[in-house]
């Protein structure tokens, strides 16, 4: 019954308060109280308590006074008989565990004891999860690529049970961490990152499989990652804990898969998941508590049969997930996309400057191609791909549809990279006539063929562009002279592609396009995509959303018809300011596309990268995620993306996709580029070729070189020294306010 | 139980034995009293009118409802209206006169006049001062205080607008009060405007009679039960869990055994307090005794029972059965549901009566008058007079040794708690339940106990037929007295004879299936628990139409009439036991039933039959179910509607809603 779970929650809450404040005291005696702490990559502080309580644990001093809170929450166990009520108690421990759980992690961290490694193997775990990762997931949390998580805590029967669970996951497009041990059923104690690893289990992000660590006080990892996006996306306020607890029981659809025997600890850290609405399924005989209202539906459910666990889990979480996959032997699906084929595994392999190779789509007629056929066009095809190594490999899509329109040529053929990828064991890279293709040993074991190539082109563009294409026909060239004879026109079509796409400018287009795919996460964002400017995420442009309309009306992109320009010079269009009010949640009133002072867009939280305001340098500097050192404006990107996300409009600060800076529109209000007086290195390699021709338009050819980076300067004093020497144009301009 | 074969007084078992001792003994009691004078056959059926003094006429007679006339003219749909308005009236100002005290103890306590107590919950005043829209934030404690204090006593005397806490109700609830004109202006004022209606020559007619009644009823519920059950959660603690005893075992026989009853919490928390000082053990120890043991009885036991755990005796009918324990050294008594009886009764055992109110005097009584400014004088002349008193106790007396462990303490605000702790406590898991299934409906079960009937019986057949039916009990008063002195208040009754959905919620929670939420002036906190539950969403968004009903199965006072009213008038359907004192009027019955409900969702019945008032119950909350499209209720089966969520569903779910807030997406 529900009490033995209260009672072992309640209990573990005093023990994991007693670690804790050991841990602390030790610390402070060693440290001294005002030692500074933070978790690597956070602007979030100890993110669990910052977003409950809004208080910032910046020293050993203020960890102290947050377990003092977590104090507050212990309580004492129900008797055996006329108990008093327990549930609200327990769920109290359970945030009093995950308060403590942080503090336990905070310091393993200052010794050095985190990421934990596992020491029968020496897999060294994730351990924090950086705001960063966060902030990169984002696109995938909205697109249905990562539409729910698992946190397995424990440890399967056996390796191959283990497996196969997460295998399911995998190809459900769940994200999975990993925490916790159990004995399996040879009574070793173990968990589920050593049975991966011993099945030779790819893990890591790239496959959504994340080993926090080796306790069950790492799940608070995974917490704490949810917990953030309450604040990243949702626009949540730290404090406001019932908005954030509200968030992740409606937007996050995490669950935790609990193998094994359970302790006090792990009903615990259960009891603190409850509290954020993720429930949990145990595969052992243990009480469940069915009643619902904290989570969606039920709190603890058990599920002895580990084929059904998976999809009980998924009920028990209302959790939704369709998958589409193609005809092949081997798995498919987005978790699969970032595994790596590495030479010595690799049965075969095409392009990659090796072999002639290219990747083309074109539009025919409805009855000039047959739908689901694939054509293998060479000699000795076969002999050649079971002899291994390396082949030529020119593929053609060819597409028809009522709908179809060239403009979309390009957003098909972007996605071939992916077709391929998803499939487990199959590698890819690059595109157009630069691509690189490589199966894995083991699917060439499993049965794949050279046809499935073709075959998954065939399925997955029908499900990607449903109403766009009526019929799709494949056609695989294998020798040399054919490749590279198509090859050429392909070139030639890509290049009149190029020529067109850039004559696409906003003033040439009466609509644009909404983007509300992140509103499943923050609910008050809308992206406004012109052709000139792409969504934040830099996943999404113009062409991309006129054709997801096309696929799907009703969809997450909606067209705005611009109306009557109200100011053209900052970008603001009638239209665009009706669309807004009625689709932001009351968030936005009015917007300029092309300026960051006034009305600025508003950011979901996975943007690229950020623009801010150097007001004394009288320009704006540019960061991208992922980048962890100090910037001029005297915070670093994580703690800047705290002030630019949640949907809400924060005049000079704005969170812009990375090809946004090299469009014509980039503050065309503000001055445009001749604003950048400070950008990473990163970026001014990742847009170099496009920016210098952007400055040569401008008149400002050597712009590149003025722009200070992190190596010139830091800092706002350093960056003024600079940008005095240097001359940059930027002081010359109007003042920015 | 008994084995004679006459017909039983009590249904608490050890009541029934005092009762037989008592008749052994030759001492009578109300149930004595109650076989020999029968009701008033007119009076009872509200056809005798005596606002005047050309009558007292009766209105009786074939086609009494058409024909029968007062020496005025006055019908007999009016003189049942009047009659009743007039009860509204009296259980109006007995609560409300409670809380005008309280209201001006918290005033005292503020301005430093009185010091035996403090502000104990600071938490509940900045919630009633965010009510108020009285600034907390930064403020001295008693500053806020003095100003919540001060604008409660606005209230009282209040002669326009709307009492303050009329904003708490549901929107549409109070747009119901102020479409058919019935939100409270001042307490006082509607009392005293209802005294000059049913005055002679005044209002006749009954429906615009019944209408100031269901004003008055509102002042009540909304303004003087609330007020008073708010501010003694302040001043004393806002309830949390807590173990306590029911029925006459509670007595000790090695102790001082000091008993408060009657209503008022303030004289009570003194003695409760300067009962367990050292000093007064002590004294009791100088007079052979090995302790203080404090219980209750009624109210007063129920408010420090809350807080405090002290035990309690039981409710109105066991007043007489305690004295006859012989073991109480001292009853003291302040208010209301009092019987006047115990005096003579108690000069045949040692016990001393003590009258406390400077409103409330008996004869034959010892009177130390309740100090308002120096509680805690008065708590200790009490006491020492029961330690005095102990040496004298005989053997003489029935004593009885059963009692029953209890969990009471259920504040709104702890049954918020209770479903979600600190960070996700709210309605949602009730409204959820009640939606799956697994809880029936709720029913709020309160009011006297009755020596008409077989005592507390019907609490207790209603109580243990509702829950083995799924649908989850709050009690008050002399409703919970009842059920803890059956052994019904512990979360294994639960477990033991819910109902299979009932149960799991019990399970889930760790309570029992009646929740005890105070005295009887604590029916305030049945309207803010299901003024949540409309707030949270899922069910109806205003109290009525809920799957909720009232039972008042013993009623005898005034007061519960009063609370009946203010119930139906929010929007709840009330059953009565026993006579009902409209009977006669067909009209007026009609009115309080069929006009009731379409106007306010509410009504009141009177049904002395205990089957049909458990089947009217059932049926009122299947109907609600029905009209509020929830899944049907079918014993054993329950369960959420699923509705998996993919990424364009997740997408349109509302922004910005409530926690818990259900949405349409999760319909």
Known sequence: ?737 | MSNHNKPVKSAGSSAEEIIEWGESHEMETCFDRADRLKPCPIGETGACCRVCHMGPCRLVGKNAEEEARGVCGATLATVAARNFLRMIAAGTSAHSDHSRDMANTLLAVATGETTDFKIKDVRKLYKVAGILDIEFEGREVNEVAKDVAETFLQDFGRQNGELNYCKRAPEKTQERWKKYGITPRGIDREVVETMHRTAVGVDHDPDHLLTQGLRTALADGWGGCMISTDITDILFGTPMPIKAEASFGIFKEDEVNMVVHGHEPTLAEAIVEVGSSQEMIDYAKSKGAKGINIGGMCCTANEVLMRHGIPTAGGFTNQELGIMTGLIDALSVDVQCIMPAITQLSKKFHTKIITTSPKAMIQDAIHIEHDEHHPNKTAREILKLACDNFPNRTKEGSHISEKFPLIGGFSDEYIEYMQGGKWRGSYRPLNDAIAAGRVRGVVGLAGCDNPRVASTGIHKYIARELIKNDVLIVSTGCGSAACGSAGYLTPEMALENAGPGLREVCEAIGIPPILHLGACVDNSRILTIATNMAKEGGLSDEIGGMPAVGIAPEWMSEKAIAIGVYFAASGVPVIFGGESPVGASKEVTRIMTEVWMERYMGAMHFEPDPEKMLAMALDYIDKAREALKLRKYEPGKFGAERVLMDMAARRVITPHAGVGGINDAER
């Not at chain 1, 902030?135 to 390796?159: K, S, T």
């Not at chain 1, 002999?383 to 098909?412: C, H, N, T």
């Open chain 1, 1 to 737: 019954m529900s009490k033995l779970i209260a009672t072992a929650a309640i209990n573990a809450a005093h023990g994991l308060f007693k670690t804790a404040e050991e841990m602390l005291d030790k610390a402070i005696a060693e440290k001294g109280k005002d030692f500074v702490f933070e978790f690597p990559d956070t602007a979030f502080y100890l993110p669990q308590i910052y977003a409950m309580t809004a208080f910032p644990v910046k020293t050993l001093a203020d960890m102290k006074v947050a377990l003092e809170m977590a104090r507050e929450m212990l309580h004492d166990a129900p008797e055996d008989t006329l108990w008093k009520p327990y549930l609200g108690e327990a769920l109290d421990s359970g945030m009093a565990t995950l308060f403590c759980e942080e503090i336990i992690l905070a310091m393993r961290y200052l010794n050095g004891q985190e990421p934990a490694t596992d020491p029968e193997t020496g897999y060294v775990y994730n351990g924090f999860i950086t705001d960063t990762i966060q902030r990169n997931l984002g696109i995938q949390l909205v697109d249905g690529r990562m539409p729910g998580f698992a946190a397995i805590i424990g440890a399967a029967p056996d390796d191959d049970t283990a497996a196969k669970i997460v295998r399911e996951l995998q190809e459900k497009n769940i994200l999975t961490f990993l925490s916790g041990t159990a004995k399996d059923k040879n009574g070793n104690v173990t968990n589920v990152t050593q049975q991966l690893l011993r099945k030779g289990v790819e893990l890591g992000w790239d496959t959504y499989i994340v080993p926090l660590g080796p306790d069950t006080e790492h799940t608070l990892y995974a917490l704490d990652w949810s917990i953030r996006a309450s604040m990243i996306f949702g626009g949540n306020k730290p404090g406001d804990y019932k908005a954030n607890l509200k968030y992740t029981k409606d937007r996050v659809f995490a669950f935790a898969l609990v193998l094994g025997e359970l302790d006090d600890v792990k009903w615990s850290t259960g009891a603190g998941a409850i509290n954020f609405g993720y429930p949990a399924i145990c595969d052992t005989e243990v009480p469940v508590i069915h009643p619902t209202g904290v989570c969606t539906y039920e709190h603890v459910e058990v599920e002895l049969d580990h084929d059904k666990i998976v999809q009980r889990a998924f009920e028990v979480r209302g959790l939704k997930v369709t998958v589409e996959k193609p005809p092949i032997p081997v798995s498919y699906g987005p978790a699969f996309e970032g595994e790596r084929i590495r030479k010595e595994d690799m049965f075969i392999e095409f392009g990659g400057q090796r072999t002639p190779a290219f990747e083309w789509v074109r539009t025919k007629e409805l009855e000039e191609i047959e739908d689901g056929k694939v054509v293998l066009v060479g000699t000795d095809i076969e002999e050649r791909y079971k002899a291994g190594g390396r082949m030529p490999l020119g593929i053609v899509i060819d597409v028809a549809g009522r709908k179809m329109q060239s403009d979309f040529e390009a957003i098909i053929e972007r996605k071939l990279h992916h077709n391929i990828n998803e499939a487990q064991g199959l590698w890819h890279m690059g595109q157009r006539d630069i691509v690189w293709m490589r199966i894995s040993n083991q699917a060439y074991k499993d049965g794949i063929t050279l046809e499935h190539i073709g075959t998954i082109h065939n399925t997955m563009t029908h499900n990607r562009f449903k109403s766009i294409v009526d019929k799709v026909q494949v056609t695989l060239y294998f020798d040399e002279k054919d490749v590279l004879e198509l090859q050429e026109q392909a070139r030639a079509n890509y290049k009149e592609r190029d020529h067109r796409l850039a004559g696409l400018t906003d003033e040439s287009v009466e609509t644009y396009y909404s983007c509300l795919l992140c509103q499943s996460f923050a609910p008050s964002h809308v992206c406004v995509i012109s052709p000139e400017r792409l969504g934040l995420c830099g996943a999404y442009n113009w062409l991309d959303c006129k054709a997801a309309y096309e696929i799907d009306p009703t969809g997450g992109n909606q067209p705005i018809e611009k109306s009557t320009v109200l100011d053209e010079k900052q970008g603001r269009w009638e239209g665009v300011d009706k669309y807004l009010q009625s689709n932001s949640a009351g968030a936005v009133e009015s917007l300029n596309l092309y300026t960051i002072m006034d009305n600025p867009m508003t950011s979901c939280g996975c943007f690229e990268c950020i623009v801010a305001i150097i007001p004394e340098a009288n320009g704006i500097m540019l960061v991208q995620r992922g980048h962890t050192g100090e910037t001029p404006v005297g915070m670093k990107f994580s703690t800047l993306a705290g002030t630019v996300g949640g949907g809400t409009q924060n005049p000079g600060f704005m969170g812009i996709g990375v090809n946004f800076i090299t469009s014509r529109k980039f503050l065309y209000a503000d001055g445009g580029i001749k604003r950048i007086v400070w950008m990473t290195k990163n970026l001014k390699e990742r847009i170099a070729e496009d920016f210098k021709q952007r400055c040569e338009e401008e008149g400002v050819p050597d712009l590149m070189d003025k722009i200070a980076d992190e190596t010139i300067a830091e800092d706002s004093e350093k960056l003024m020294e600079h940008l005095a020497n240097v001359g940059h144009p930027a002081l010359e301009m109007d003042p920015m306010f």
